[in-house]
């Protein structure tokens, strides 16, 4: 605007050589939504609101330091080891029971003198009988090393119903008991051997497996993990405190609210919700043929509701797990199939918005300080007792004393505040001097540590952006605080998952001798897409389409002429030779690699400047991702 002149002498006029710039916009920004430690800080609540964290000690320090005290009951059963006392009884009960045969053999002698009638063999057979079951309550009685173990027990019951069988015997059944002894023993046997191959962890004879019975609340996990794996600025929206009376979460209403104001926040350019391989319903049964479609089909709703947001923003991607991607059935649907029959979002576009990455994956994010007897259900303390008075018991059966008073505290009154303090002591002592307590916590660390890989891999959507580009694939990269995946993928197997007929494509996580733990898949969930197969020419897309849109607004309301689509012109162009000079358009100049029209009959028409539209149309040449490399060998003819 010139200035007005009314008095004589020399004005000076400053004008713009340079017209607006688009200033790129943050590529690597992840919303994480769930439960956390703390609902309010400084006295003011977090419920709902996204706040923005640049750290893992500024998350710990907002939103609480202390890891979910996630609550296991642990049973325990014999190992097939300990029922060899069990063997013994059926070896002195099958050389009774040959003595007795023996006995009624020589009672029924015609040849004897005098002739021994058959009531005479009958009553040596059950003299016997008494005598092989008199052998066998006592075997039995030294067998009963836990009166408490369920397995055991059941060995037991059949081992009485073979007993009474010999008891009762005439002649012609007595080596029948025999058997039914024998085959009472080996099914034990059997039983017994599955549970050790089961078992989370055996010692002292006994194998234990450990059940969760509260909500294994999964932000603060994910929140380290996302850290660990070069996680930077995130934002995150609470929904609730811990409530550890739940046994799973079966409401996604919360969680669906959440989503709903994530609208209002436009920095966000990730979307991952850590909490959701936990709703389910725990009522589903297993031994349907539709477990896990009735398990986690609130699950399912909510990424599909997940990936419904993103689309419609179409400024971020959801980074999805796999519900119960940790073990698969031999036979029957897997968590892979069950996943793609359900998800299924509003508009089959909506898919590019996507990746999902399978397995799961063992890791190292929690560490032994952060497990103690708090994890453990108090209903369980008795067996705790019992491993450790076997653990601590000599030869002779005597307890040792010093340990026994430190076993006590289990046993006490756990309602009374020293009682705390007392644990506290006797859990600190365990874990440096009680193997089997050892393996205990280790058993729950291991649970707790078995994590859903999108945290992990919104760290590296992160690390790859700041190292190298958003327009680099983020596969082929390895996973840290990582120890292996829970299932193994081979190249056959993942065929299926790379390239399905549905086209919902699911990205591996694989083991590689030598190389570690690598993504090796970058696609979206469109999969069948050559516009939006790739994970990273989506969001170098998203990238490039918000920094001009942010960009443009500047020219909102200019004069719809030339001079004004110049200006815009110019400004998307230098933005684009500048991604173009970094790597992100592919080309062998800049003309090759994008191209931007805008103007009076090239992309609008008079009506639309009448209409009050400005038409720009950008094309840019994205690189993709060399997903198979072929190389070929051909022997030739020596030429020398």
């Not at 539709?290 to 947001?309: C, F, P, R, V």
């Not at 199939?337 to 898919?351: A, G, I, M, T, W």
């Amino acid at each position: 605007m010139s200035t007005t002149m009314k008095t004589p002498g020399v004005y000076i006029q400053e004008l713009d050589a340079f017209g607006n710039a688009v200033v790129p916009v943050p590529t690597a920004v992840p919303a994480f939504i769930g439960y956390t430690a703390q609902t309010s800080f400084n006295g003011k609540s977090l419920l709902n609101k996204a706040v923005k964290v640049t750290s893992l000690a500024e998350f710990l320090m907002i939103f609480g330091p202390t890891a979910p005290q996630v609550q296991y009951k642990i049973t325990s059963a014999i190992l097939p080891e300990r029922i060899d006392n069990l063997q013994k009884v059926v070896d002195a009960t099958a050389k009774t029971l040959a003595t007795a045969n023996e006995a009624v053999t020589k009672a029924t002698d015609p040849k004897a003198t005098p002739p021994k009638t058959p009531t005479q063999a009958q009553t040596d057979a059950a003299a016997a009988a008494k005598t092989a079951n008199d052998n066998a309550t006592a075997a039995l009685t030294a067998a009963q090393a836990d009166p408490n173990i369920a397995a055991l027990l059941a060995a037991q019951a059949a081992l009485t119903k073979a007993q009474e069988a010999a008891a009762a015997a005439t002649p012609p059944t007595l080596a029948d008991a025999d058997g039914k002894l024998a085959a009472a023993v080996k099914a034990a046997q059997t039983t017994l051997d599955n549970i050790a191959l089961n078992a989370d962890f055996s010692t002292g004879g006994f194998a234990y497996n450990i059940d969760t019975t509260t909500v294994n609340y999964r932000m603060y996990s994910s929140i380290k993990f996302f850290y660990e794996n070069g996680g930077g600025d995130c934002y995150i929206m609470s929904i609730g405190a811990y409530d550890y009376s739940k046994t799973a979460i079966t409401d996604t209403t919360d969680f669906m609210n959440a989503i709903t104001l994530l609208k209002k926040e436009t920095e966000p350019t990730m979307l991952v919700i850590p909490d959701l391989v936990e709703i389910m319903d725990p009522t589903a049964d297993p031994s349907s043929a539709t477990y896990l479609q009735d398990k986690y089909a609130n699950a399912y709703s909510l990424q599909n509701e997940m990936i419904n947001h993103c689309g419609e923003m179409m400024n971020r991607v959801a980074i999805l797990d796999i519900p119960g991607g940790y073990s698969e059935p031999l036979v029957g649907t897997t968590s892979v199939q069950q996943f793609r029959n359900s998800v299924e979002p509003l508009d089959p576009k909506f898919n590019s918005y996507a990746a999902v990455y399978y397995p799961w994956l063992h890791t190292t994010v929690y560490q032994t300080s952060e497990i103690s007897y708090q994890n453990i259900n108090k209903a369980s303390y008795g067996v705790v007792t019992s491993m450790l008075n076997v653990e601590f018991t000599d030869k002779n059966g005597v307890l040792n004393a010093d340990m026994s008073k430190i076993i006590s505290a289990f046993t006490s009154d756990p309602k009374t505040t020293p009682q705390q303090t007392t644990l506290d002591k006797a859990d600190l002592i365990l874990q440096n001097l009680s193997k089997s307590y050892q393996l205990l916590t280790g058993a729950i660390m291991s649970n707790m540590n078995l994590m859903a890989p999108s945290a992990g891999m919104a760290g590296i959507y992160t690390s790859v952006d700041n190292n190298e580009g958003v327009w680099i694939a983020p596969a082929n990269v390895g996973i840290q605080s990582t120890i292996m995946p829970a299932i193994k993928i081979d190249h056959a197997a993942q065929e299926d998952l790379n390239v399905p007929i549905s086209g919902k494509s699911v990205c591996a996580i694989r083991a590689f001798t030598g190389r570690g733990n690598l993504v090796w898949g970058a696609r979206t969930l469109d999969g069948n897409s050559n516009d939006w197969r790739y994970v990273n020419v989506r969001r170098t897309l998203i990238y490039i389409e918000q920094s001009v849109q942010d960009a443009a607004k500047a020219y909102v309301f200019a004069p719809n002429d030339a001079g004004t689509w110049v200006n815009v012109k110019s400004m998307i162009d230098s933005f684009l030779t500048g991604l173009w000079k970094q790597g992100g358009l592919v080309g062998p100049k800049p003309a090759d690699a994008f191209s931007v029209s805008v103007g009076l009959g090239s992309t609008m028409t008079g009506e639309d400047i009448l209409m009050g539209i400005m038409r720009v149309a950008v094309k840019v040449a994205v690189s993709h991702p060399a997903e198979f490399i072929e190389i070929t060998f051909q022997q030739e003819m020596q030429k020398g």
